[in-house]
Structures are given as structure tokens and as C-alpha cells.
């Protein structure tokens, strides 16, 4: 259940604190997984106890109830991120005193979530990527391709939801490709390999500088 949340204007965000919640966000901070459980965590010595936990959703200006009147002196609390929820860069948690609204705390900055990479049985699994060969893992600067026989027209690096980085072309009659990952951010990705007969061979992998 989502509602609007017509008091977090940008004023009133100027007035809250943050009580050290984590996830905290930022650039470095992993992304998190629809699906997956994440725990969120606060000082409890700067919260009035019971507390709200609330998903503020910057991009869309509504908040995700996550737990009403819970004990704060806890300090954590692991929610499962719903299937459903919207993927995005702007979320941030949110800790409330229950009895006092005026006292508020919220993640430092925006936590990233996306949605989970699409699950497939070993057999399917087994039969797309055969002859797909990615090394090293995890990748510093180069990813050394190799396919089988069948011929491809293209290699993609996309993020885990799809939205595409980097694009090579290959050539003709080619197997295999040296991928430059030098200058993409460390993190998990999907590369796609792209067959003539239109077949796509997808295998996530992992950048680490």
C-alpha cells in the first residue's frame, strides 16, 4: 500500500536528521534487490521509541509503509523488499516516533533499488549459454569473450534492469571479443551476446577495480 505523502515537502526534509539509518545510500552502496531481505538499522539512542519504518520514494513523491509502532530500541528491523515495488535511484528508509512526528530520521542519501535478474531453470540456462565463455570474473579492465560456432552480430553490457551501457559490434565469422570495462563503475552487470539467428545469450557479471 502506497500513499502521497503531502507533508515531506522539500522544507520539511531540510529539518530532519538522520540517526545514522542505514541502508544509507550513495554512490558506493550496493543496490538492492526486489525480493531480497534487507535490514535496516538506526541509533536508537537518537529515536523516540515506538517508531514508524517507512520506503520514501523521492522520484515519485509516495512512501511505502514498511512497519507501524515498532519497537525502536531494537535498532533493526529486516523487511523483504516486495516483488512489485517500482525500480528507482531516489529511495530513501525512514524512522518516525510514533507518538512524535516532529521527529524524524531518514537514510543520508538515495538508495538505489532494482529488480531481480528474471530466474530460469539449469536446463534453459544450460542450453542458452552453451559455449559461453566470460573470464576473468570479476573483471578489472578487460572481459575476454568466447562463443561457440554460431556466428554473432553484436555484445551489450547492460545494468541488471536492462538499461543498455555499451554496445560492439562484431566481426563476421568472429568468435570471440576483448571487452574494454575500464571506465564502467564497479558492480554487478549483464552481457548480452547477440546470435545471428536473433537468440540473445545473457550471463551477469561482476566489474571490481
Same mark, same amino acid.
Given at each position: 500500500m ?5 507533508a ?16 544509507a545510500?550513495?554512490?558506493r552502496?550496493a $543496490?538492492?534487490t526486489?525480493?531480497s ?12 521509541s515506538?517508531?514508524?519504518?517507512w520506503?520514501?520514494?523521492?522520484e515519485?513523491?509516495v512512501?511505502t ?5 515498532y519497537?525502536?530500541?531494537?535498532a ?5 523488499i516486495p516483488?512489485t515495488?517500482q ?7 525512514v #524512522?518516525?516516533?510514533?507518538?512524535t512526528?516532529q521527529?524524524?530520521h ?6 538505489t ?9 539449469s536446463?534453459?540456462?544450460?542450453r $542458452?549459454?552453451?559455449g559461453?565463455?566470460i573470464?576473468p570474473l ?8 568466447r ?9 551489450d553490457?547492460?545494468?541488471? #534492469?536492462?538499461?543498455p551501457?555499451r554496445t560492439?559490434s562484431?566481426?563476421g565469422?568472429?568468435?570471440r571479443?576483448?571487452?574494454d570495462?575500464?571506465? #564502467?563503475?564497479?558492480?554487478?552487470y549483464?552481457?548480452?551476446v ?5 537468440t540473445? #545469450?545473457a550471463?551477469s557479471?561482476?566489474?571490481?577495480h
Amino acid at each position: 500500500m502506497k500513499i502521497t505523502l503531502l507533508a515531506f515537502t522539500l522544507v520539511a526534509l531540510s529539518h530532519l536528521s538522520h540517526a545514522h539509518v542505514q541502508p544509507a545510500g550513495g554512490a558506493r552502496e550496493a $543496490a538492492l534487490t526486489t525480493g531480497s531481505i534487507v535490514t535496516v538499522t538506526w541509533d536508537s539512542a537518537l529515536v523516540q521509541s515506538p517508531v514508524n519504518i517507512w520506503l520514501w520514494d523521492g522520484e515519485r513523491r509516495v512512501t511505502t509503509p514498511i512497519h507501524r509502532a515498532y519497537n525502536g530500541v531494537r535498532a533493526a528491523y529486516e523487511w523483504t523488499i516486495p516483488d512489485t515495488m517500482q525500480a528507482g535511484g531516489l529511495y530513501r528508509f525512514v #524512522i518516525a516516533s510514533a507518538s512524535t512526528p516532529q521527529s524524524t530520521h531518514f537514510s543520508q542519501s538515495f538508495v538505489t533499488i532494482q529488480h531481480a535478474i528474471p530466474r530460469v531453470s539449469s536446463i534453459d540456462r544450460d542450453r $542458452a549459454e552453451l559455449g559461453l565463455s566470460i573470464t576473468p570474473l570479476p573483471a578489472r579492465d578487460i572481459l575476454h569473450v568466447r562463443w561457440d560456432a554460431a556466428e554473432a552480430t553484436r555484445v551489450d553490457l547492460t545494468t541488471l #534492469i536492462g538499461q543498455p551501457l555499451r554496445t560492439w559490434s562484431c566481426v563476421g565469422g568472429s568468435s570471440r571479443m576483448d571487452v574494454d570495462v575500464a571506465g #564502467i563503475p564497479s558492480g554487478m552487470y549483464m552481457l548480452v551476446v547477440h546470435r545471428a539467428d536473433g537468440t540473445p #545469450i545473457a550471463r551477469s557479471v561482476l566489474v571490481q577495480h
